[in-house]
């Protein structure tokens, strides 16, 4: 009789107080700490973005600023030249381990992907630059004749670097002005709203002319015959 309510006091006790709080698991917390701590991990900043007030920088601020991009750029094509050279070494040893057959044909297939890489690139080029002298150039197929497409790059993605283009026809425009569209070195008459008739070149502006600009006056018509 007394072993029976011993037993029966100690599950009253436990049913009043339920089960020890201390024993349950802690899920009310979770990984969110650890999850804030990977998001932070992986937040990362934009490299090509100026720092916050960059744009409250004295002339001698923007200078630094401008000569610390600069030197990244070309830091980040030195790798990428080095990856270049890594990558190669690679397939060289690559090929060293196969038959003289299989050499042959590989570097037939290379061949062939570097050809029409560099007409594709050829291409992309072209067409960027055009696009990018339109409304800058009078003839905007000019910049093909006057710059050097080789000075230009195509990334791996198959983009080509707007500021290089823009800068490069902006020095075109500053060594050969006659260039320029209508509206940014043309003259207008005020009067009627038109352009004015151009000048005749003569033979002493001419010789000051590269071949490709005499042809290109002559077919305009703006040789003094």
Known sequence: MADTTV?????????QHGPDESQQPDDQHG???????????????????????????????????????????????QAKELQKQLDQIR??????NKSPDEQAIDAAKAEARAEALEKANARILR???KAAATGKLRDPSDALA?????????????NVDADELADALDDLLTRKPHLAAQGGTASFDSARGKPKPRKKLSKA???????????KAYREGRVDT
């Open 7 to 15: 037993t029966v006091t100690e599950d009253t006790d436990e049913q």
């Open 205 to 215: 502006d001419l010789e000051k002319m590269t071949p490709a600009e005499v042809t």
């Open 146 to 158: 006057f710059l050097d497409l080789s000075e230009f790059e195509v990334d791996d993605d198959g």
């Open 91 to 96: 397939a060289e040893q690559e090929r060293a």
């Open 127 to 129: 067409s960027e630059l």
């Open 31 to 77: 990984p969110a700490g650890d999850e804030q701590n990977h998001d932070d991990s992986e937040s990362g900043g934009d490299d090509d973005a100026d720092p916050e007030g960059a744009d409250q920088l004295g002339d001698p601020g923007k200078k630094a600023l401008a000569s610390m991009k600069a030197e990244r750029n070309a830091a980040k094509k």
